[in-house]
T-cell receptor, first 115, second 110 residues
């Protein structure tokens, strides 16, 4: 029944490691997003994909690489993790990109802690 | 660039009090406007939205009106409940991008 799911929910790792977060949506949406939420709850877009193609790539270090194997999945791989990467990462999806005016549906978030 | 500004929190109210959370947005183009709510430990979920000027979005007793003349989309509720305690995000969507405000945390005391 879960519309947008992410795994894992919690991720604790050491600096310098490489990790991945997976996201899947079963809503039949064409567009998926990754957001980063910092400790003050500020939410910032990182990437968006429409039909497996990259649409938005904000000023994000190239240690972050999104991968969309199909429309229902958008995974986030992070290389050489740094302390400042600690945050909650949210995946979201929407029906179509159409100016980005559709409602977005969010996953439950992945809390990443880098030690 | 485009932006959304909402009032800083936290906002602390007693149950049944009136709530207003202010939100203003940049007026480039014809954006759609949203309020999302984030309960503790969860992702954001849509509370209400409005797609054009003078539209009023409403849900669960919350409402907000798209005011083009003042570039505002203030969130209001006549009588808050403890269960309304959450973080509220105003958002502006247009040009393939949704921009969120910084969030306003609401605490409602019994």
């Amino acid at each position: 029944d879960t519309a947008v799911s992410q795994t894992p929910k919690y991720l604790v790792t050491q600096m310098g490691n490489d990790k991945s977060i997976k996201c899947e949506q079963n809503l039949g949406h064409d567009t998926m997003y990754w957001y980063k939420q910092d400790s003050k709850k500020f939410l910032k877009i990182m990437f968006s994909y429409n039909n497996k193609e990259l649409i938005i790539n904000e000023t994000v270090p190239n240690r972050f690489s999104p991968k969309s194997p199909d429309k229902a999945h958008l995974n986030l791989h992070i290389n050489s993790l740094e302390l400042g990467d600690s945050a909650v990462y949210f995946c979201a999806s929407s029906h179509e990109i159409s100016g980005g005016t559709d409602t977005q549906y969010f996953g439950p978030g992945t809390r990443l802690t880098v030690l | 660039g485009d932006s959304v500004t909402q009032m800083e929190g936290p906002v602390t109210l007693s149950e049944e009090a009136f709530l207003t959370i202010n939100c203003t947005y940049t007026a480039t183009g014809y954006p759609s406007l949203f309020w999302y709510v984030q309960y503790p430990g969860e992702g954001l979920q849509l509370l209400l939205k409005a797609t054009k000027a003078d539209d009023k979005g409403s849900n669960k007793g919350f409402e907000a009106t798209y005011r083009k003349e003042t570039t505002s989309f203030h969130l209001e509720k006549g009588s808050v409940q403890v269960s309304d305690s959450a973080v509220y995000f105003c958002a502006r969507a247009g040009g393939f991008k949704t921009i969120f405000g910084a969030g306003t945390r609401l605490f409602v005391k019994a």
